[in-house]
Nanobody, 122 residues
Framework: QVQLVESGGGLVQAGGSLRLSCTAS????????MGWFRQAPGKEREFVAA????????RYADSVKGRFTISRDNAKNTVSLQMNSLKPEDTAVYYC???????????????WGQGTQVTVSS
């Protein structure tokens, strides 16, 4: 069992930045691929970014490429998502999740946090 807790969400104006963090406990953090996903009201949960076990390889959704950066600190059991140049369409609940493959498919991720709300005003 892995417990994940997200933090860092909030309200920000368009063009601003936020940094989300996700802290894991329960099992060896470095064993897992880590992903960030988001879900806007009335929409399905979608992939945002993922990072491999060492942090050397990453994946991004096209909609966030060049604006968001995923990173991890295995010593601190945390994965972060730096979000710059935020847009109103980035408004969503953001979730972190664990996986075993560096893929973008939501259903392949196993453990999920409860999410943190990000709201971007225009």
């Amino acid at each position: 069992q892995v417990q994940l807790v997200e933090s860092g969400g909030g309200l920000v104006q368009a063009g601003g930045s936020l940094r989300l963090s996700c802290t894991a406990s329960g099992r060896t953090f470095s064993n897992y691929i880590m992903g960030w996903f988001r879900q806007a009201p009335g929409k399905e949960r979608e992939f945002v970014a993922a990072i491999n076990r060492s942090g050397a390889d990453t994946r991004y959704a096209d909609s966030v490429k060049g604006r968001f950066t995923i990173s991890r600190d295995n010593a601190k059991n945390t994965v972060s998502l730096q979000m710059n140049s935020l847009k109103p369409e980035d408004t969503a609940v953001y979730y972190c999740a664990t996986g075993n493959l560096l893929l973008t498919t939501t259903s392949l991720y196993d453990y999920w946090g409860q999410g943190t709300q990000v709201t971007v005003s225009s």
